[in-house]
């Protein structure tokens, strides 16, 4: 059955400036347990350009152990990304409040993030790549990807619709791109800029996705993420009861 990552304060930290109230993500960490939810991106961990932005931009061990204490089955992580990269913030994943750590990373820093992952988990992490910008990412990208002899270390790879303009057949694509590069796990992130965030993370789903990602009323940067009510209920397993009840 397909897995399902809820990234509500970490997406949706980009218009809510990841300000949220502590008695939001306890229900938003007991929804998602009893929406049988397997992933729950929390937000950031980040310490460069902090200024003015919310605690789970940075998401410290001092903020993540009463959300890690409080959940029960739901798998915690964080999102980095290579540029803002610092191994200081993770230094012992058995000595740290997290699952999972999604690194996301540009085409041509694709080379830096593999080595990112190999060397977190030496350091007991449990990792996801992102790759952001899906469509940019060319032949020789695929290359390095393909040569890679680390794959079986990865939680999952995401292709990411980083400014939401891919359609049905271009996930199709990209989702195969991986396939052919020897990744088994394939996940997806959609964006809604042109209303096709359901419909393609339903395409992804199709071609045998590990997991896709959803938020909260859609709620993410630019035109939105997908929105959990919407594909909850085009799922079966899963229920939409509990997300209907939440307000941020």
Not at 71 to 78: A, C, E, Q
Not at 192 to 201: R, T
Request: proline share 1%; charged share 30%; glycine share 6%.
């Amino acid at each position: 059955m397909i897995k399902l990552l809820d990234c509500t304060t970490r997406d949706g930290g980009h218009i809510k400036n990841w300000n949220f109230n502590d008695e939001f993500v306890f229900q938003l960490i007991d929804c998602l347990e009893k929406s049988n939810v397997s992933y729950y991106e929390i937000g950031y961990r980040n310490f460069y350009d902090i200024e003015n932005k919310g605690s789970f931009y940075r998401c410290d061990k001092n903020l993540l152990e009463k959300f890690y204490k409080h959940k029960k089955n739901l798998k915690i992580g964080v999102m980095t990304d290579t540029k803002r990269f610092n191994y200081d913030d993770f230094q012992d994943g058995n000595n740290d409040y997290l699952d999972f750590v999604r690194i996301a990373c540009h085409p041509d820093r694709i080379a830096d993030t593999l080595a990112i992952a190999e060397n977190l988990n030496k350091r007991n992490y449990k990792i996801i790549i992102q790759l952001m910008d899906i469509s940019n990412v060319k032949d020789e990208h695929y290359e390095i990807l393909k040569n890679w002899n680390q794959k079986n270390i990865l939680e999952t790879i995401y292709l990411a619709d980083s400014y939401g303009t891919l359609k049905p057949e271009d996930v199709k694509t990209y989702f195969n791109k991986l396939k052919n590069s020897g990744y088994e796990k394939i996940s997806f992130h959609a964006h809604d800029n042109i209303n096709l965030a359901l419909e393609n993370s339903l395409a992804a789903i199709e071609l045998g996705a590990y997991s896709v990602d959803i938020t909260l009323n859609g709620l993410g940067r630019a035109g939105g993420n997908l929105d959990a009510v919407k594909l909850l209920d085009q799922l079966d397993g899963f229920s939409s009861e509990f997300y209907k009840k939440l307000v941020i």
